[in-house]
């Protein structure tokens, strides 16, 4: 979710490779903004049906707490499909079609872009265990891991986190952890992929204003040059609810992110969700 370009000091270990500088657009739903200044692929919005209008700009949209609190209105009242957007797929995947995390790590927290990078890992992981934490699941931290985030000799290191839950409504199960075919179908996790940061760019206006002014940018670009979130449901939990509730896991790990972190959700034609972008809980729709 950063805004313009800065020359990058002698010092600055990431070479600056975007181009383009950024402004808020009001003409433009915020979640586009966020997805501008994280310089992913320009995103139009759609037209915001009168009946969906307030729930849009009302308090929010709640896919269903794990917790089974509603303090917003519930995904299940509403016919998102009008929101989808068509857009041409070809062989490549775009970066729009991958589920992401879009940050700007202050530059006051981390001295140097590896330093940002670990601050990032370091802060998704207490959303996802205090998410849990708050709603009382079981959880199994596998770890991190660091891989080259290389294929043909193309990529950079990523570091990598794996968190197994537990979730009777989501036919997930813990005492099936250890990993053997026979307990793979009741396995469910929650995992995310931090490449490097893309550079240090001035703090975009959409977020309270550092010292500094400048944050490390982490986008979600190509195959290898993204920051990946991925929720692995039960396979007993049926294809027709598997959406709705890695979106409802997002959700309430997103509302223990701060506002600098932003998980980006690709929409899905076959389920009727559209895109959609997480902030501090709250659902952003790519609307106007």
Not at 135 to 153: L, N, Q
Not at 227 to 248: E, F
Not at 261 to 285: C, H, K, W
């Amino acid at each position: 979710m950063l805004a313009g370009i800065l020359g990058l000091s002698g010092c600055m270990a990431v070479q600056d490779v975007i181009l383009g500088n950024y402004s808020y657009d009001p003409t433009r739903s915020k979640a586009a903004n966020i997805t501008d200044a994280g310089k992913m692929t320009v995103l139009k919005d759609a037209e915001v049906p009168p009946a969906l209008r307030p729930f849009i700009d009302g308090p929010g949209l709640d896919w269903g707490a794990i917790d089974g609190a509603q303090a917003w209105p519930n995904y299940a009242m509403l016919d998102l499909t009008p929101l989808l957007i068509g857009m041409g797929y070809g062989f490549h995947v775009e970066n729009y079609q991958r589920d992401a995390i879009l940050a700007w790590v202050p530059s006051e927290l981390a001295a140097t872009p590896q330093e940002a990078q670990r601050k990032l890992v370091d802060t998704i992981t207490r959303g996802f265990t205090e998410a849990f934490d708050r709603a009382g699941m079981r959880y199994v931290d596998r770890g991190t891991y660091e891989s080259d985030g290389e294929i043909f000799g193309i990529g950079d290191p990523n570091i990598n986190k794996v968190i197994l839950f537990e979730s009777h409504e989501m036919g997930c199960d813990l005492a099936g952890a250890p990993l053997v075919e026979e307990n793979f179908k009741r396995l469910c996790s929650i995992s995310f992929s931090v490449h490097k940061a893309a550079g240090l760019y001035p703090t975009p206006d959409f977020l309270h204003a550092n010292p500094s002014g400048q944050s490390y940018l982490f986008s979600n670009w190509g195959d290898f040059d993204g920051n990946r979130v991925r929720v692995n449901l039960s396979l007993t939990a049926g294809d027709s609810g598997i959406k709705p509730r890695k979106m409802q896991v997002l959700q309430r790990v997103s509302a223990e992110l701060p506002e600098w972190v932003a998980i980006y959700v690709a929409q899905d034609e076959r389920n009727g969700t559209p895109r959609v972008l997480f902030s501090q809980g709250r659902s952003m729709f790519f609307v106007r």
